[in-house]
């Protein structure tokens, strides 16, 4: 039976946040408007009607994580992993692979991605549970050499992505969000690390293209990445 499973990529100190409302912890727990970040974030996600959560932490904070988490949605169904080492977005994905089932398909989020609507409503489930394949979102931005940049052709079936290119061959960044089949966890395995020493997020979607299964969705309303002190003060008046 095909379940549809969040997994969010809640490992990440956040270093650019250190000292941000006297946090010395981790990015995630960092209140947005009250509420922990990572609340802040299941609470965005079950609003979609998502009811499964695979929350990926880091070692020093694995247990506080839980802990908000859990006192806060005792009737989610929430299941947590620890990524032992920062060794990029797939290897974060990879932690969730002792909760992933055949034909269930995963919605990837980074646990500071936050969006204006539901990026879910223009998916296609029934479709994805019988041809598989990858789904990622875009946003079209001023400034996509800051971002991994999408090519896309007139049908929304991905030609290509690039990780912060010098020349964009587009104006569509590639925004926190993914969604692939069951069979991204043992595409993982055929990555290798980077130049910068991480399995790179962009090289397993690179596989669905080179398979010719990877389609893009555009997103129409906003997208804010609260990596910063500044996106998160954008953050809470969007969400007063």
């Not at 990572?38 to 996600?45: A, E, K, L």
Request: charged share 25%.
């Amino acid at each position: 039976m095909t379940k549809i499973k969040c997994v969010i990529a809640a490992g990440g100190l956040g270093t650019r946040l250190q000292g941000f409302r006297q946090n010395d912890k981790t990015k995630i727990l960092i209140e947005v408007n009250g509420t922990p970040m990572i609340n802040r974030q299941i609470h965005q996600i079950a609003k979609w009607g998502i009811e499964e959560f695979i929350i990926i932490t880091n070692p020093d904070f694995d247990e506080i994580i839980r802990e908000v988490t859990s006192k806060e949605f005792p009737d989610l169904n929430i299941n947590y992993s620890i990524q032992e080492s920062p060794k990029g977005i797939s290897h974060a994905f990879s932690k969730a692979e002792k909760f992933v089932n055949k034909d269930d398909i995963l919605i990837l989020v980074l646990g500071d991605n936050f969006f204006g609507e539901n990026p879910l409503l223009d998916v296609d489930f029934s479709k994805l549970e019988k041809n598989k394949g990858s789904i990622i979102f875009t946003k079209d931005v001023d400034n996509p050499n800051e971002f991994g940049v999408a090519e896309v052709d007139k049908n929304g079936k991905v030609l290509d992505i690039q990780e912060k290119p010098n020349n964009p061959k587009s104006n569509l960044a590639v925004v926190g969000i993914y969604i692939f089949d069951h069979l991204a966890i043992d595409n993982i395995n055929l990555l290798k690390p980077s130049k910068r020493g991480e399995y790179e997020i962009t090289d397993l979607i690179n596989i669905y293209i080179n398979q010719d299964k990877c389609s893009n969705i555009e997103l129409s309303s906003w997208w804010i990445d609260a990596g910063t002190p500044e996106r998160i003060l954008d953050l809470e008046t969007r969400l007063l």
